[in-house]
């Protein structure tokens, strides 16, 4: 079975290089991308679509043109204070947590927010429920989201920052009769 993942389009939130909020919106390339994106997924075999509730997942499946079921699940890691806000603007408005964040950025909880580790449980939850279910699957989501399935592949959440999934790109995890896993995708983006 295929679990397969697309990353919203480039969102206006991505350009002003914020830690995404729930409600910012696709780019006029972000738009482009899904679009050239959809010439690929509709190449591709999935009986379910899930979605991730925030406006650009919404958007992109728009794009997309699929019915889908919205799963929280699988929504962006909820950054709680330092929502709308640039690295720089973190730094200087929360100086102590950010130093927290990035001297341990699996378990610390940030105000509000989540940890990587919190957000893992939820991710892996949602994957192995999948997986019981044993049939292909599209998901419209979140780069942090995809990077954490690709952990779940290793069991080693702390793989997060070894990955890298671009805006529009989609991203395919196989699973095979004997539940082993491996990443048959990373990255495609068609141009």
């Not at 509730?53 to 699940?73: N, S």
Request: some cysteine; glycine content about 4%.
């Amino acid at each position: 079975m295929d679990i397969i993942m697309i990353r919203h389009g480039q969102s206006e939130a991505n350009l002003a290089k914020i830690f995404g909020t729930e409600d910012t919106r696709l780019s006029k390339e972000g738009i482009r991308q899904i679009k050239r994106a959809k010439k690929h997924i509709d190449t591709l075999s999935f009986s379910k679509v899930y979605v991730s509730p925030f406006a650009r997942t919404k958007e992109t499946l728009h794009h997309l043109g699929f019915q889908a079921k919205e799963d929280k699940r699988i929504q962006e890691y909820d950054f709680g204070i330092f929502s709308g806000l640039t690295n720089e603007e973190i730094e200087k408005k929360y100086p102590l947590e950010y130093q927290e964040w990035i001297e341990n950025p699996m378990d610390y909880k940030i105000p509000e927010g989540e940890s990587l580790q919190i957000v893992y449980r939820r991710v892996k939850n949602f994957l192995e429920e999948v997986i019981e279910k044993n049939e292909n699957v599209l998901l419209v989501t979140h780069a942090g989201i995809i990077r954490l399935a690709f952990c779940w592949v290793f069991n080693k959440p702390e793989y997060f920052f070894k990955f890298k999934v671009t805006n529009g790109s989609v991203n395919i995890i196989t699973v095979n009769e004997d539940n082993f896993k491996y990443i048959k995708q990373v990255n495609f983006s068609p141009r």
